[in-house]
T-cell receptor, first 115, second 108 residues
Framework: NAGVMQNPRHLVRRRGQEARLRCSPM?????VYWYRQLPEEGLKFMVY????????ESGMPKERFSAEFPKEGPSILRIQQVVRGDSAAYFC?????????????FGSGTRLTVV | GESVGLHLPTLSVQEGDNSIINCAYS??????FIWYKQESGKGPQFIID?????DKRQGQRVTVLLNKTVKHLSLQIAATQPGDSAVYFC???????FGTGTKLQVIP
């Protein structure tokens, strides 16, 4: 009964490169949420997706960031042309239904370091 | 706008004492709240939840109290142990937002 799986756990990118973060939700969960966490700060909501649909991207930066959750495969958070300020921990969570907080489970996160 | 926030950023507690972590919320439509624990280098983990039709809920060594009148909830940890050292977040279900968190430091 695997939980939410995120990979890679650690990712180092040089400024200007692309970062791709993956999130596989729990079995039976069709809703995925991405959060960003800066050191010593709380979780900041970025985007909420269902299969093949972006439901709420109000927390996503307007440029360089994109997210998808295809019919098959994991959800991907993509950051183009990374800058030092993108260095953070990125967490995804999944739930079985719309905004259902019940059964809302987090992955272990991907720690992105931009050098 | 609506928000979930915490009163204290850091709380130091002697091992064996009880800990109380507070959280204020402003969205009166929130009807479900969760406390999460985040240990260093890990993702948040569910601790305990409470629905708005309840004032109190108890788990193993943890109790959550909800005061809807003043929009406040608290997490009480009995007989705090070194393994309780972590950042604790409260969250509400309307927007799935999280406060900054309270860092609990347990002094041996």
């Amino acid at each position: 009964n695997a939980g939410v799986m995120q990979n890679p756990r650690h990712l180092v990118r040089r400024r200007g490169q692309e970062a791709r973060l993956r999130c596989s939700p729990m079995k039976g969960h069709s809703h995925v949420y991405w959060y960003r966490q800066l050191p010593e700060e709380g979780l900041k909501f970025m985007v909420y997706l269902q299969k093949e649909n972006i439901i709420d991207e109000s927390g996503m930066p307007k440029e360089r960031f994109s997210a998808e959750f295809p019919k098959e495969g994991p959800s991907i958070l993509r950051i183009q042309q990374v800058v030092r300020g993108d260095s953070a921990a990125y967490f995804c969570a999944s739930s079985p239904r719309d905004r259902a907080f019940y059964g809302y489970t987090f992955g272990s996160g991907t720690r992105l370091t931009v050098v | 706008g609506e928000s979930v926030g915490l009163h204290l950023p850091t709380l130091s507690v002697q091992e064996g004492d009880n800990s109380i972590i507070n959280c204020a919320y402003s969205n009166s439509a929130s009807d479900y709240f969760i406390w999460y624990k985040q240990e260093s280098g890990k993702g948040p983990q569910f601790i305990i939840d409470i629905r708005s039709n309840m004032d109190k809920r108890q788990g193993q060594r943890v109790t959550v109290l909800l005061n809807k009148t003043v929009k406040h909830l608290s997490l009480q940890i009995a007989a705090t142990q070194p393994g309780d050292s972590a950042v604790y977040f409260c969250a509400e279900n309307q927007k799935v937002t999280f406060g900054t968190g309270t860092k609990l430091q347990v002094i041996p």
